[in-house]
């Protein structure tokens, strides 16, 4: 029993004498804080800012803009497509999350139906805010767009439009197979870098720049260089099918989504 009791207590002591060496090397070995090692520690308010460190920077970002907002027939029954421009005024600020709200009414005011959802937008970007195949109890008179919260992110380098272009678009109607009309085109991904998902968003117009439709496609892993095809098409008759004059694409890439992507991209700084 002594026996036992003595190795214990001569374990117990090096083990004390081994933490003690841990601790000392690990003290006079770790990286010193300081206010650019891109981690909150010390006593900062958010990283490498506030506290010991220079003060947080606030971001003075003007809001974004709502500009022309409307419906059209999604071609399901009772559903409806919603469209509004927005605007993004900032040259150096987007907003990796933009959390609105969709309100459609009748012709007497009465909320019909309510959706909520989120988006992203670029500096200085103008794009549609688009959401299909909202169901409504009956025939909406106006549609309205609320943006309820915006997160914004400050670009400190230099920001430049990923360089996407679509050529050799082309609407037509379906002579013959299944579908009423068609939308193609030609994605050209020009950038140095690869794309997990592209959005290529098709909006019909007629020749006073009225909207008459709306489609979207997702095109996913385009790589640098690459050149793809595109489709989108209308299962039926929409309203104003005759008149349309004009396609209009807009390509979506969310750069915000991916860290990794954003790091080799540009520089950033969130707030």
Not at 133 to 162: H, M, R
Request: contains cysteine.
């Amino acid at each position: 029993m002594k026996k036992n009791i003595k190795r214990i207590i001569i374990i117990l002591i090096y083990l004390i004498i081994l933490g003690t060496i841990i601790w000392f090397i690990y003290k006079f070995t770790r990286p010193k804080e300081t206010c650019a090692d891109k981690i909150k520690n010390q006593n900062e308010q958010d990283v490498d800012c506030g506290g010991v460190c220079a003060p947080c920077k606030h971001i003075e970002a003007q809001p974004l803009t709502v500009g022309e907002t409307g419906l059209v027939f999604s071609g399901v029954t009772d559903q409806y497509d919603f469209y509004s421009l927005i605007n993004n005024p900032n040259n150096v600020f987007g907003s990796g999350k933009i959390d609105y709200e969709i309100t459609l009414k009748d012709a007497n005011g009465n909320v019909l139906a309510q959706k909520e959802g989120t988006s992203f937008i670029l500096p200085g970007e103008q794009k549609y805010i688009i959401e299909n195949n909202i169901p409504a109890s009956s025939v909406p008179a106006s549609g309205e767009l609320t943006i309820k919260d915006t997160q914004w992110t400050q670009f400190n380098d230099y920001y430049k439009n990923p360089e996407i272009e679509i050529v050799n678009k082309n609407y037509s109607t379906i002579s013959s197979g299944v579908g009423f009309a068609q939308a193609t085109g030609l994605l050209r991904n020009k950038s140095p870098f690869d794309f997990n998902e592209i959005i290529v968003r098709v909006i019909l117009k007629d020749n006073a720049g009225k909207i008459l439709a709306l489609n979207s496609t997702s095109m996913e892993t385009v790589v640098s260089g690459q050149e793809r095809d595109f489709r989108t098409f209308w299962p039926s008759k929409f309203p104003g099918a005759e008149n349309v004059q004009d396609m209009e694409t807009q390509v979506e890439v969310n750069v915000f989504d991916s860290e990794a992507f954003v790091k080799k991209y540009f520089d950033i700084q969130k707030f």
